[in-house]
């Protein structure tokens, strides 16, 4: 006997054949020129203005859809047509001055032959679907003009190779099984409760103990454990090298190193005698308030980027104040390699030369503009070599037209060049200039996130030291996230240091993440994970969950609908939804934004608030960070690759959770996320 499907399946069934059966009218339906699409537009206005229609609103998404054609025509670009395979992920049946229709959310727009197929990101009508539930009343303003009406119906559906495979409304879940249809419980996606307060709250966002409002400042106190303190209190000369993983309190105890130094010898370890230097502006802004809360004021914080810049324009006011932003990659990978440092120092003891800037910028010509010189670096072709050598001499021949008063001259410097010429002035000439006068001389420095930091970088900061070379190095090379620079191994950064390797110590208990977060974010680096043993974790919590859609709209709903529960649930939760990339962050903010999720905020620069509420970031934005809970987006196969360079960016953003983790894919998902999941 045939099976029945529920009626609600089956009215779904009949609108994917509907659809599918227009979709192939419509496809022969091209437009040859602008003037056929403009021809088009006219009419439609006439139509609108004239209120010859009925069916107004239809025709105001057909004029919006021909206006990007036309946009996409201009461009060059094709247009785009729902595929009848996937055509869209999303139906709402609407009711709007007695009239009911029914309204289609894919990617893509097609409003030919009675379909009404919007494209979920530009249309304003699919505002309704994000907005509303279903048997809600609405009114939106469409641009062209306001509508209002009721929502009779509301469900997502999941089509793959052009067959119906689920449907979730109010009235339940419906899911294809062997060629039958089964209901399911009507749940949405959410992420679990933690263990504290399951009882009261299952099958919810998490809503455990009391969440801190002020993010700048973590419980730093209970993180303190005697390995910990030991380096803490380590001698006031020489190195200390603290490696550890995502949320082992490598910042706590360098900030802490701090704090212990100017209580032990406050003459020697004034606050304006130290600094911490980090990689970006975020981590920048969180040391820069936490200092104050463990006594210590005054202590200067910057990143590299904007102390290297500072530097360069005091000492070589002549050269150019703007950096080249179009480096080829491999100048790039020659400029930080770990080796250079210790060329830098051979050719500065065998070039005769007075110590003055002029003489620091001719040992940085050398330097980069000898082939048989960079030829001896390890692991550099010579196609690499003579890359780096052309590019330098054009470099040098620009400044050099520019200093005999040619002003049409384009002259540049480089990224890697700020610690070339810096560590040549001091190998030559002594140490930097204050800028009230005076040497500058630290009597500590620290540096956070140094595996993101060139050999040579590093060598600039410890010979702004004072003779005691007091430095804290914290870092974690699992965690590197700069493809050109940087170390990927612990032998490289210090070898490039003339550090051994015997004075790197390691913090092996992870605080922030919980048990299941800590495996699955180790997993993810696969033949990347430096320990053969997995961090001792503090607490147990949810699973990590992987969550597959057919689309991004039916993510951004899914998303939606939870985080406005988290929202009610836990106000004062921190939440960070991380991308790949700006472009993906982006497209989850303008939709969410949509369904009015409240508390959302676009992180753009590292403007990072620290307050609760929702972050949409990319990835290259949160290291050091950490919220209470991390969506990963877009996990996809494809996207975030099994390259070793992804591998670790996954694993940066998946430590960045505290209590959950979820982890969202359009389609399949990527294969380090596949491989964590064993």
Request: hydrophobic fraction near 40%.
């Amino acid at each position: 006997m045939p099976h029945t499907p529920p009626p609600i399946v089956a009215e779904e069934l009949r609108l994917l054949d509907e659809a599918q059966e227009r979709l192939g009218r419509a496809a022969g339906r091209t437009y040859a020129s602008e003037d056929e699409i403009i021809e088009e537009l006219q009419h439609i206005q006439e139509m609108i203005r004239g209120g010859k229609s009925d069916d107004k609103s239809a025709f105001e998404q057909q004029y919006e859809h021909l206006v990007r054609l036309l946009e996409q025509l201009r461009r060059g670009r094709p247009t785009e047509r729902p595929d009848p395979a996937n055509p869209y992920f999303a139906h709402m049946r609407l009711t709007s001055d007695g009239r009911t229709f029914d309204v289609l959310l894919g990617k893509a727009t097609c409003l030919e032959d009675g379909l009404r197929i919007v494209d979920w990101r530009h249309a304003p009508i699919s505002r309704i679907y994000y907005r509303y539930a279903e048997g809600d009343e609405y009114e939106e303003d469409l641009g062209v003009r306001t509508v209002e009406g009721i929502v009779r119906a509301r469900r997502s559906v999941s089509i793959r190779g052009g067959e119906l495979e689920r449907v979730t409304s109010p009235q339940g879940s419906f899911v294809l099984e062997g060629g039958a249809w089964n209901t399911v419980t009507a749940q949405a996606p959410r992420l679990a409760a933690r263990p504290e307060r399951r009882a009261n709250a299952a099958g919810a966002f998490s809503t455990g103990k009391a969440l801190r409002r002020d993010k700048h400042l973590p419980d730093i106190a209970a993180l303190i454990d005697p390995e910990q303190f030991e380096l803490i209190s380590r001698a006031d000369s020489g190195p200390v090298i603290i490696r550890g993983g995502a949320g082992s309190g490598k910042t706590t105890v360098a900030l802490h190193r701090i704090a212990w130094l100017a209580y032990q010898s406050p003459a020697r370890f004034s606050p304006q005698k130290m600094l911490v230097v980090v990689w970006g502006r975020a981590l920048r802004d969180y040391v820069s308030k936490v200092l104050p809360s463990l006594g210590v004021t005054g202590v200067g914080v910057s990143t590299w980027d904007e102390l290297a810049r500072g530097l360069v324009r005091r000492h070589f006011p002549w050269l150019p104040g703007h950096q080249n932003a179009n480096t080829p990659s491999a100048v790039s990978r020659v400029k930080l390699h770990p080796e250079l440092p210790n060329l830098l120092l051979e050719l500065v003891a065998k070039r005769e030369a007075p110590p003055t800037a002029n003489s620091a910028v001719e040992d940085w010509k050398h330097l980069v503009g000898d082939s048989a010189l960079l030829g001896r670096l390890s692991d550099v072709s010579a196609d690499d070599v003579r890359a780096t050598v052309l590019w330098a001499r054009s470099q040098q021949a620009q400044l050099a037209a520019r200093a005999d008063g040619d002003r049409e001259a384009e002259t540049w410097l480089d990224e890697e060049d700020d610690a070339l010429l810096l560590r040549a002035y001091q190998l030559r000439v002594g140490a930097f200039k204050a800028k009230a006068g005076g040497t500058i001389r630290f009597s500590h420095i620290a540096v956070d996130e140094v595996q993101d930091f060139s050999p040579m970088e590093i060598s600039v900061l410890i010979g702004m030291c004072d003779k005691y070379q007091c430095v804290t190095l914290a870092g974690d090379t699992q965690q590197h996230i700069m493809e050109k620079g940087g170390s990927l191994r612990w032998h490289d950064l210090l070898g490039g240091l003339g550090i051994v390797s015997t004075e790197l110590s390691t913090l092996r208990i992870s605080y922030r993440s919980t048990q299941p977060i800590a495996t699955f974010s180790r997993a993810v680096l696969g033949p990347l994970a430096e320990d053969n043993e997995a961090p001792t974790t503090m607490r147990d919590g949810p699973p990590v969950e992987v969550l597959t859609f057919a689309e991004h709209g039916a993510c951004v709903d899914a998303l939606g609908l939870a985080l406005r529960a988290l929202v009610r649930a836990e106000p004062d939760a921190a939440v960070a939804l991380i991308a790949l990339d700006e472009a993906t962050a982006r497209l989850y903010y303008n939709g969410l934004e949509r369904m009015e999720v409240p508390g959302l905020r676009l992180v753009e620069d590292q403007a990072f608030t620290f307050a609760p509420g929702i972050d949409c970031v990319d990835v290259a934005q949160v290291k050091g960070l950490e919220f209470d809970y991390v969506v990963v987006l877009h996990a996809s196969e494809g996207v975030w690759t099994d390259r070793p360079h992804h591998r670790r960016l996954l694993h940066v953003a998946a430590t960045r959770a505290v209590h959950q983790l979820w982890v969202t894919c359009v389609g399949d998902p990527a294969i380090p996320v596949v491989e964590a999941l064993g």
